[in-house]
């Protein structure tokens, strides 16, 4: 691959307009096996109005960065480094400081999340209105039942909800998967957030419904201030939503860079591993998929050096000893890797 390439994507530094500034953030969980760095050194931004998504295999830290920006990190983890800083009308808050009972006013209200399991989400002795109707409640303890009613059912009709009268008495067990999951989009989305934070929004939905739940996203953000971040492991879904991506392994942020740029141009390997291993439209059928290599490592035992060196075919005795700086190669474009831009991936 060519290492001269000229990129006309906007920068991922931080600006005015980023309604998130995360730096440098570490979330360690502190174990009978030993330190495990969930979250090692992690630092992006989050414009308004924009999609970033997070992208990389499971266990490279994508959920915990979404749960840490939350302050919802199971124990024994804890945020051990690092801001987040969320920006806002008010100012400019570092939420890893904040006390419990200060984040509650901010979780919800002005930062939401959608789980990828809205069966374990949602209560099941409650009907999914009455849950929205709590979440509403909290943040608007002012307004009264009838306006908190019209807008349960507002929320569920706009979330492609059918009939949404009736079904927002349905119990959770009721409702399919999608609706399932377009039932959390509402409540999330019942304050009005300036973050969302979707968390593998269509796992184990099938293509149809997942393609409906995706748009109901796009839809919801369009003519709004609000960001989105995507969790995902899927790089289709990536390419169809986000504007900027984090590619992550075992913790750490490999490659950052704008959708367009990414795709045109994936210069760490482990980036490239998994645009190989997606499947492709002409495939025959028993044709098997390109795969990367080995495990994600314990993240408990990380390798000395680059953490995708034992899996990484360009590896060299440098990588193996020495751990890459995330550096900039280009404006927008940032990689963890010692010879990213003068690698053959033809060979």
Known sequence: MSSVVEYHQPSLASTPSSVLSIRDLRTYFFTEKGVVKAVDGVSFDVPRARTVGIVGESGCGKSMTGL?????????GHIVDGTITFHDAGGAT???????VEMRKIRGAKIA???????????PVFTVGSQIREAIRLHQPHSS?????????????????PDPRSRQYWYPHQLSGGMRQRVMIAMALSCEPK????DEPT????????AQILEVLRQLQSGKDMAVILITHDLGIVAEMADEVLVMYASRVMEKASVRTLFAHPLHPYTWGLFRARPALGMKKGQELLTI???VPDAAQLPR?????????????????EEPPLRILEPGHEVRCHFAGELDYER
Do not use: H, W, Y
């Open 195 to 198: 973050l969302l934070i979707a």
């Open 305 to 321: 050096g680059c953490k995708f060196a034992p899996r990484c075919k360009f590896a060299q005795d440098r990588c193996r000893e």
């Open 145 to 161: 039942t009838r306006e908190v009613g019209e807008q349960v059912v507002k929320l569920l009709e706009k979330v492609g909800v």
């Open 203 to 210: 796992t184990a939905l099938d293509v149809t419904i997942q």
């Open 113 to 123: 999340m959608v789980f990828q399991e809205p069966m374990t989400s949602l209560n």
């Open 94 to 100: 570092d939420l890893t400081r904040l006390s419990e």
């Open 68 to 76: 840490s920006i939350m302050r919802l990190v199971p124990p024994p």
């Open 293 to 295: 290599p080995g495990d």
